[in-house]
């Protein structure tokens, strides 16, 4: 599975979407995903908040790591967000998700993004994610 993990590692350092956000990969386990990101003024809305698809990118910069952590190409089935809270301009976003469920064809996945004040936690948003595993292997020099 270390194996595995690095492979997706590489895969996210060419994510010039997630790049271009500040999106930073903190921990990455077989089962679990913890990112980060700055709110940046270029990030807000045209009420001067955090855009809804910044936070939506982050959650699924994580589902997308997360979900081809098996060496098994997975694309988004499906996807559903709620916001519960606006976060303040300029904070610090943080994501942790992790794996519910997999079979040979489906993965299962819940994400929750806080906003990180000085040790404070603000609950954001939670995303439900299911991936469909295409079965091919995303390096076929590695086991599956």
Known sequence: MEKHCEIVQRLFEDDGYARSLGIVLDELTGTTVRMHMRLGPAMHNFY?????????????????????NTNNV???????????????????????????????????????????????????ATMKSVSYRTGRPIDPDADQ
């Open 48 to 68: 001067g908040r955090p855009h809804g698809a910044v936070i939506y990118s982050l959650a699924d910069a994580a589902f997308s790591v997360l979900g081809n």
């Open 74 to 124: 997975s694309v988004a089935l499906d996807c559903s967000i709620t916001y519960h809270a606006s976060p303040e301009p300029g904070s610090l976003l943080v994501v942790e998700g992790e794996n519910l469920s997999m079979n040979k064809r489906t993965g299962s996945y819940i994400f929750t993004v806080y906003m990180d004040k000085e040790g404070d936690r603000t609950l954001i």
